[in-house]
Nanobody, 124 residues
Framework: QVQLVESGGGLVQAGGSLRLSCAASGRTFSNYAMGWFRQAPGKEREFVAAISWSGNNTYCADSVKGRFTISRDNAKNTVYLQMNGLKPEDTAVYYC?????????????????WGKGTLVTVSS
């Protein structure tokens, strides 16, 4: 079990960039696969990106591939989402997620712990 706190959300113009951070505490962070999901108003929560416990494997949804990059720094107990080339359709609340060593199952939506979210708004 880990506690997750997101930061870095805000308002950005289309084509701009933001970096989200997720600070983790609790059980051993390095043993958890980590990921990001997002939810726009009136829509279902959807997968965005995932990273394995070691950081050696990453995967991004097709909608953000080539624009978003997920990374982690286990020494700092932190996972990041670098978002470039932002589009208005990226507007959503972004949630950090933790899964015990199961990054592929996390992609499918299996999550052990959630953060409370940070809002990203992209203006047109």
């Amino acid at each position: 079990q880990v506690q997750l706190v997101e930061s870095g959300g805000g308002l950005v113009q289309a084509g701009g960039s933001l970096r989200l951070s997720c600070a983790a505490s609790g059980r051993t962070f390095s043993n958890y696969a980590m990921g990001w999901f997002r939810q726009a108003p009136g829509k279902e929560r959807e997968f965005v990106a995932a990273i394995s416990w070691s950081g050696n494997n990453t995967y991004c949804a097709d909608s953000v591939k080539g624009r978003f990059t997920i990374s982690r720094d286990n020494a700092k107990n932190t996972v990041y989402l670098q978002m470039n080339g932002l589009k208005p359709e990226d507007t959503a609340v972004y949630y950090c997620a933790a899964r015990s060593r199961g990054y592929r199952s996390l992609i499918a939506g299996n999550v052990d712990d959630w953060g409370k979210g940070t809002l990203v708004t992209v203006s047109s």
